[in-house]
């Protein structure tokens, strides 16, 4: 074979380069394809001579084409087993999988602990009328006490469309199990719910608990032992001690704020005891004007309600002590807190 066409075969460089040497070779117009075309116009002598070197100049070029694809599919094998080696000794990718966030876990101990007082749990929406959020439970427009919760408000959907709010809190679920179960009536109803206000220890969302009851006869020593039997299954302890202290709400008369005592253990502060005294949450016995609302007739019915910061409860019972880290989605956080499922 000639040397001029080792040298071509030899200067491909890529598989397409190498592949248009074949086509200006072997294809139609190629060169030993014309070589071997010429030897029709031969004299029978002059072909007797030539064929069988033409042919042989064929057989070395398709060899040596093959040869030439083979060494280069082994270097480039060869370029990828050296680049794209699997190390074996790293360390193998970490496998996260869920944990339960402390708020759920919390709800779920709630309704866990009120299932066993017969306690069903309600739900209303987190987008919610003034009518349920504020007029229904006493708070009539322009009263003072719609300024005690900072309000989110959301634009109208039409001009005379009355603004709807983020729930301030989960009592309007109060007008809305009353009115759709009736009385008597056992119900919860935690959720999330909204006040535009931001610092250590308020978020602008948070969890609420509420709690009604709604029965022929029910006084404040109901709602006493109720918040009573809550509070030590929750916090799993006999010594917690309650303190009431009269308060206003407008949905409530009469009203009261809850203190749970605390002591010092371990450094830091539990409930139980009572060194001293923190509020975790409000309650009182059902406004008659509420249960009216409710369309039930306050002079068959007495009820009580309370509702309860779920996370304050959280951050009691597990030792944490920044509200924020709750909503930070800090994956850390929640590995060191958070519940196996
Ligand atoms: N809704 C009140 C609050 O958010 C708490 C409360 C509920 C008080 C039920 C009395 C009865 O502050």
């Known amino acids: 074979m000639s040397d001029a066409l080792i040298d071509r075969i030899a200067a491909a460089e890529t598989l397409q380069d190498l592949d248009s040497v074949r086509v200006s070779l072997l294809g139609k117009s190629g060169e030993i394809t014309a070589k071997l ?26 060899t040596a084409l093959a040869d030439r694809k083979e060494a280069m599919e082994t270097a480039e094998l060869e370029r990828k087993l050296a680049t794209e080696r699997v190390d074996l000794s790293l360390p193998a990718p970490e496998n ?14 709630l309704a866990e602990i009120f299932a066993d007082l017969g306690f069903s749990v ?13 007029t229904a439970l006493n708070m009539p427009e322009n009263h003072p006490a719609r300024a005690m919760q900072d309000t989110f408000y959301l634009e109208p959907r039409t001009p005379d469309e009355e603004p709807r709010v983020l729930r301030t809190h989960t009592s309007p679920v109060q007008i809305r199990a009353g009115e759709s179960q009736g009385a008597p009536l056992y119900a919860i109803a935690p959720g999330r719910v909204y006040r535009s206000d931001s610092d250590a220890t308020h978020t602008p969302m948070f969890h609420q ?36 202290r009269p308060s206003y709400f407008p949905f409530t008369e009469p009203s009261a704020e809850v203190d749970v005592g605390w002591s010092m253990e371990k450094g830091r502060r539990v409930v139980g005891g009572q060194e001293g005294w923190m509020e975790v949450l409000g309650s009182g016995m059902v406004h008659p004007r509420v249960l009216s609302n409710m369309g039930l007739d306050p002079d068959e019915w007495q009820g009580f309600a309370f509702g309860c910061g779920i996370d304050r409860l959280a951050m009691l019972k597990y030792g944490m002590d920044d509200l924020r880290a709750f909503f930070d989605g800090d994956i850390r956080w929640l590995k060191h807190y958070g519940f196996r499922a």
């Open 209 to 244: 608990i509420e709690g009604l009851v709604i029965d022929r006869g029910i006084t404040l020593g109901h709602l006493k032992w109720t918040l009573q039997t809550f509070l030590k299954a929750f916090f799993e302890r006999d010594d917690v001690v309650l303190r009431m």
């Open 37 to 62: 075309k010429s030897l029709g116009s031969m004299d029978p002598d002059t072909r007797a001579a030539e064929a069988p070197k033409i042919h042989a100049l064929r057989e070395a070029v398709i």
């Open 96 to 109: 996260i999988t869920g944990t339960v966030h402390p708020v759920s876990q919390v709800m779920d101990e």
């Open 122 to 134: 309600a739900e209303g929406p987190e987008i919610e009328t003034q009518w349920y959020n504020f």
